[in-house]
């Protein structure tokens, strides 16, 4: 992952920041007034789009998007955003998470969702939810092709994890949502529309077993901390093991973490704690303010390949390049000696640890108004920690 600064100065569009696979358009990010968070899930349900070609059987028919173009380019096939390429425009052009909302329903209305989420010769394709969340409201947006349900998310604490979550507590949706569920014989139109029910598979694969744990896991660990929830105890959800929300085997990690403080008061800043590396359970959560003084880490940008780079040259990703940015090396090392030397490994997470910290307080203090640092020590925070960080590792 690498995490970007942008501005975009063509019409009414936000300074963002973004975590994303470097191949990609794609990220999940923040603005200085929306922290925009989603999951990337392979949802399991029902076909919403039957003008596509009809998926492999070892993909189980019924994945809820098209698949990707089987003609690999240079064809007349209607051309589709990625899966999660709205939130970077989501990010861009809104203020508020209804906006946000707004702006990803709007595109799928008009564009659909396809194309590949991976750097992978064989295309690999998934249809999104979203966590949308300002200062004074919050949204769960899932999809099913160009279909979407959404819930207002008003008290308490809400989660996702790779299926579809919305029951019958849908405060907005597209307008065709239950005709089509009527027509496709899903939902017989007497009974209470349940849209995770109507839209999932009734014979679910063996692998959404697990999503199913991992969700239901995060749910009880926010209900546990209700009334109580801070940035510390959102920090230790995401590195939660046991429960699958972190990950780190079976082939998957989890690749980058974000944690977001969003004050009601607008006065104050928003604060995005970002990791820029995996495995949160041994990274460091580090500060990122948006201001004027705004700073791009380089340690943080992953390395550039130009027009001989796999994701630009036709067929995409037929061959392999290390993308990994220096924090992210440096990163790996230590996580190498974490595992295999217990005396070096421990006082290298104590750093960790210490150096988080820091960054914890220097938030508290900023909201406290006990710290008002000068817009351009503001904006190279999270630059000042990445360097502190890179240091440790060396």
Not at 188 to 206: I, M, N, R
Not at 242 to 262: H, K, W
Not at 367 to 390: M, T
């Amino acid at each position: 992952m690498v995490f970007a600064l942008a501005t975009r100065l063509c019409g009414p569009r936000s300074q963002l920041g973004r975590g994303k696979p470097y191949w990609a358009w794609i990220c999940s990010g923040a603005d200085p007034a929306l922290s925009h968070l989603f999951n990337t899930p392979d949802l399991w349900g029902l076909s919403t789009d039957p003008g596509h070609p009809p998926l492999p059987q070892a993909w189980a028919a019924g994945f809820p998007f098209r698949p990707p173009c089987p003609h690999q380019g240079g064809c007349s096939c209607p051309p589709s955003p990625g899966p999660i390429s709205t939130a970077r425009l989501a990010l861009e052009r809104s203020s508020s998470a209804q906006e946000a909302l707004h702006v990803i329903t709007g595109l799928l209305e008009r564009y659909g969702q396809g194309g590949s989420c991976r750097e992978d010769p064989m295309p690999f394709c998934y249809h999104n939810t979203f966590l949308l969340a300002d200062r004074t409201e919050a949204w769960v947006l899932e999809t099913a092709g160009r279909l979407w349900a959404a819930h207002r998310i008003q008290e308490g604490a809400r989660n996702i994890s790779n299926q579809l979550s919305i029951g019958t507590d849908i405060s907005a949706e597209h307008p065709e949502l239950r005709t089509h569920a009527q027509a496709q014989g899903w939902w017989g139109g007497q009974s209470t529309f349940d849209f995770a029910q109507v839209f999932s598979l009734t014979q679910q694969p063996v692998r959404m077993e697990a999503a199913k744990a991992r969700f239901r896991a995060g749910r009880e660990l926010l209900q546990q901390q209700q009334g109580g929830i801070t940035a510390e105890v959102m920090m230790g959800i995401l590195r939660n093991k046991e429960s699958g929300i972190c990950m780190d085997s079976g082939g998957f990690r989890t690749t980058a973490s974000m944690v977001s403080i969003l004050p009601r008061d607008p006065t104050q800043p928003c604060v995005h704690f970002l990791t820029a590396t995996p495995d949160p359970s041994r990274s460091v959560f580090k500060p990122f303010i948006f201001g004027v003084g705004a700073a791009q880490a380089p340690q943080v940008l992953s390395p550039t390949f130009g027009a001989q780079d796999p994701a630009r040259t036709l067929p995409r990703f037929q061959t392999q390049v290390d993308r990994r940015h220096i924090l992210y090396r440096g990163h790996q090392v230590a996580l190498g000696l974490m595992e295999s030397e217990q005396g070096q490994g421990q006082q290298l997470r104590q750093k960790q640890r210490d150096l988080e910290q820091e960054g914890l307080e220097a938030a508290q203090a900023l909201l406290a108004g006990e710290w008002a640092p000068p817009p351009q020590e503001l904006g190279g925070l999270f630059q000042a920690f990445v360097e502190r960080e890179s240091r440790v590792y060396a």
